[in-house]
């Protein structure tokens, strides 16, 4: 097994995932708060791609720098530290990871208009991230 092995399985977790992320971007909000099975679906879909960036992200930091990570936000940000992502773009899927915190955590708490707004606005970073890394693989930046 390589490196690559953990990071591939998760980009295609996550190509499923965002996949249902952009279907589900035609809910709407009333939709949202009112049907309980397709809250469930666009929750899980959320979940699902932020927990693979996540986990995208600690294999990447685990191959390329010294520090580790105490949080999963800090996680994007050493990937900018190391050059590896730009500061804008850990700065949203840091904002992704303490989401998926409270997902997690609190989810008899979530704010649905919040969650709507990760729905509706929040997809482009995660797809971002995915193009570069998929970039980063093919251009053997993380050599076996």
Known sequence: MTQYTGITGHLRELDEATGDWERYQA????????????????????LVSVQASIDIANHLVAARSTRRPETYRESFAILCEEGLIPEDLADQLS??????????????????????????????????????????????????
């Open 27 to 46: 809910i709407t909000l009333a939709e949202l708060k009112a049907d309980r099975d397709r809250r469930n679906m666009v929750l899980h879909a959320l």
């Open 95 to 144: 904002d992704l990871a303490g989401f998926r915190s409270v997902l997690v955590h609190v989810y008899w708490r979530l704010n649905l208009d919040e969650v709507y707004g990760v729905l509706q606005n929040d997809l482009q970073a995660v797809n971002r991230f995915r193009d570069l890394v998929r970039a980063m693989l093919r251009s053997h930046l993380f050599p076996e």
